[in-house]
């Protein structure tokens, strides 16, 4: 059964760090581009980050460059966002998923697996 469950999430200040992580079971994350994405209830879907399945290559959006990080450990089937400096408009519910093009990382009805989400509230 192919499961992706992220956890790590929490309410934390403005300026304070976390430390997401994504433990995929079921099938092997060397075989698909890895990324996070975030929603907030209303809006759609957006990608936060994105790792190559070697982690090679890795892309950061606008609003999170050189804040967030993404990486990826394949020997341990596990994606991470290390997440610094938050922002209130951090807050959103942040999504794991898998996707077997590189091209497609934006196209979020194209990814393979979701996880179910976690929580991220920045707030004073």
């Known amino acids: 059964q192919v499961q992706l469950v992220e956890s790590g999430g929490g309410l934390v200040q403005p300026g304070g760090s976390l430390r997401l992580s994504c433990a995929a079971s079921?099938?092997?994350?060397?075989?698909?581009?890895m990324a996070w994405s975030r929603q907030v209830l209303g809006q759609e879907r957006e990608l936060v980050a994105a790792?190559?399945?070697?982690?090679?290559?890795?892309t950061h959006t606008n609003p999170v460059k050189g804040r967030f990080t993404i990486s990826r450990d394949n020997a341990k089937n596990m994606l991470y966002l290390q997440m610094n400096a938050l922002k209130p408009e951090d807050t959103a519910v942040y999504y794991c998923?898998?996707?077997?093009?590189?091209?497609?990382?934006?196209?979020?009805?194209?990814?393979?697996?979701w996880g179910l989400g976690t929580q991220v509230t920045v707030s004073s």
């Open positions: 998923g898998a996707v077997r093009k590189w091209s497609d990382i934006r196209t979020m009805k194209n990814y393979d697996y």
């Open positions: 079921g099938f092997a994350i060397k075989d698909y581009h």
């Open positions: 790792i190559e399945n070697y982690g090679v290559g890795m």
